[in-house]
C-alpha cells in the first residue's frame, strides 16, 4: 500500500468479491427478514390493517411512509425497532467485509467468511454502542436545553438564570452540533475500526474523535468518493443484470409455447413473469424515490397483476419472485461491498497519515501465538502418533 488516496481508489475493485458479496447478502436477507416481521405487527396492530391485507398491498417489504401512514403509537415503535435490528445486521456484515479486506491487505487471501462473521459479532459492543452512546449523549444535551426553557418560565429569577448562562448553553448546543457529525461517522468508521483493531467501545469513540479531528478534510472527501463509487457500483451491476433479465426473458420465451387453459391459448412463461414480478414490495409513495425507482424498475411503480394459474405455475412463479428478491440483494451487496473495503482502506491510511502506525504489521505478540499454536498442534500430532503406535502394539500382542 502507498497510504495516499491511490489505495482509497481501490475499493470497487477489491469490494468486488465473491465472499464479501456473500457477507453483504446475508446481512441484507437477515435485516430485511427482521425488519419485515416487525413491520407486520406494526400494521397488524392497527385496527384498520389486517395480515392478509398488509400482503396485498406490500407482499414481503411494508413500507409505512411517514406523515401519510397511520399506525398506533405502539406500531410505530414496532416499525422503529425492525429499523434498528435492519440497521445492526447491515453494520456487522460492513464489519466482516472491513475484517476480510484487513486481512486480505495483510496477505492473508483465504480468511473465511464464517471467521470473520464470527469476529464481527464479537465486537458488536464497538460497532453497535458507538452510535448508541453518542445518541444518548446528544440527547441528554438536547434535555439541557430543554430545562433551560423550562426555568425561564420562572418569573424574573428564571429570565435572568437564562441570560447568565446563555453563553455556556450556546456552546453547549454548538458541541451538540459537532458530536451530531460525529455520530454520522459513527455509523460509517465504527465497523471498519472494531474489524481492524480489537477495541471496546471508548477506544472506538475515541478513534472517531481523533479522524475528525486531525484529517477533516480527508475524511469528508474521501467519504464522498467512497459514496459516488458505491452509487456507480450498484448502478453498473444493476444495469448489467437487468440487460440480463431482458435477455432471459427474450430467450425463454421463444420456445416456451403455449397451452391451452379453459380452451384460451395461455402462455406460461409470460403469466410465470408476470407473476414472479407480482411478489415484488411496491415502491414507497415518495415524489423523489418514486422518480429514481421510475428509471430503475418501474414495475415497482406500477405493479403486475396476478394472474390465474394452475398449482404447478404458481409454485413456480412463487420462486421466481424469490429469485428476483436474491438477484436484487446480490446487487445491493455489491454497494455494502464497495463501501465496506472503502472504509477499510481510509482508516487504514488515515492511521497511518495522523498516528504514523501501520495497521497492516502484524504485532509480535500475533507472531507468538501463532508460533505457540504451530507448538501445541504439533504436540498434539505426536501424542496421535504415540497413540497410534500403542494401538498396534497392543493389536500385535493380541494377535
Not at 469513540?205 to 478534510?217: G, R, V, Y
Amino acid at each position: 500500500m502507498d497510504f495516499s488516496f491511490k489505495d482509497v481508489m481501490r475499493a470497487p475493485k477489491l469490494g468486488f468479491s465473491a465472499k464479501k458479496i456473500w457477507v453483504g447478502f446475508v446481512g441484507l436477507f437477515t435485516g430485511t427478514i427482521l425488519y419485515s416481521i416487525m413491520s407486520y405487527f406494526a400494521y397488524v396492530s392497527s385496527i384498520d390493517w389486517t395480515w392478509r391485507e398488509v400482503w396485498r398491498q406490500f407482499r414481503y417489504v411494508p413500507v409505512p411512509v411517514i406523515g401519510e401512514t397511520h399506525l398506533m403509537w405502539y406500531g410505530w415503535i414496532c416499525w422503529v425497532v425492525g429499523v434498528v435490528f435492519f440497521v445492526i445486521m447491515n453494520l456487522i456484515a460492513i464489519g466482516a467485509i472491513s475484517k476480510l479486506t484487513f486481512e486480505q491487505l495483510r496477505g492473508d487471501e483465504f480468511y473465511e467468511v464464517t471467521d470473520a462473521l464470527k469476529y464481527s459479532f464479537k465486537q458488536w459492543k464497538a460497532i453497535v454502542l458507538s452510535p448508541i452512546t453518542l445518541a444518548i449523549f446528544i440527547g441528554a444535551l438536547i434535555l439541557v436545553g430543554f430545562v433551560c426553557g423550562l426555568i425561564g418560565r420562572i418569573p424574573y429569577v428564571g429570565q435572568l438564570l437564562v441570560g447568565v448562562f446563555f453563553v455556556p448553553v450556546a456552546f453547549a448546543a454548538l458541541f451538540v452540533v459537532y458530536l451530531a457529525i460525529v455520530f454520522v461517522i459513527s455509523f460509517l468508521l465504527s465497523p471498519t475500526v472494531g474489524a481492524t483493531t480489537e477495541s471496546d467501545t471508548f477506544d472506538t469513540l475515541f478513534e472517531l474523535f481523533s479522524c475528525l479531528n486531525d484529517q477533516p478534510w480527508r475524511l469528508v472527501l474521501w467519504e464522498v468518493f467512497i459514496g459516488f463509487c458505491t452509487f456507480a457500483g450498484v448502478w453498473v451491476l444493476g444495469w448489467l443484470t437487468k440487460k440480463a433479465l431482458i435477455l432471459l426473458h427474450w430467450a425463454a420465451g421463444l420456445w416456451a409455447g403455449t397451452r391451452m387453459v379453459a380452451e384460451v391459448s395461455h402462455s406460461w412463461w409470460e403469466t410465470m413473469w408476470t407473476n414472479g414480478l407480482w411478489y415484488l414490495s411496491p415502491c414507497p409513495a415518495v415524489q423523489w424515490i418514486e422518480s429514481i425507482i421510475g428509471r430503475i424498475t418501474p414495475v415497482l411503480i406500477y405493479p403486475r397483476a396476478w394472474m390465474s394459474v394452475n398449482w404447478a405455475e404458481g409454485i413456480g412463479s412463487f420462486l421466481m419472485g424469490i429469485g428476483f428478491y436474491f438477484i436484487a440483494f446480490f446487487v445491493i451487496a455489491y454497494g455494502l461491498a464497495i463501501w465496506g473495503v472503502g472504509q477499510t482502506l481510509i482508516y487504514t491510511v488515515l492511521v497511518k497519515i495522523k498516528d504514523e502506525k501501520n495497521l497492516l504489521e502484524k504485532k509480535e505478540e500475533e507472531f507468538e501465538e501463532e508460533a505457540v499454536e504451530e507448538i501445541e498442534e504439533k504436540k498434539e500430532e505426536k501424542e496421535e502418533k504415540k497413540e497410534e503406535k500403542k494401538l498396534k502394539e497392543k493389536k500385535k500382542e493380541k494377535e
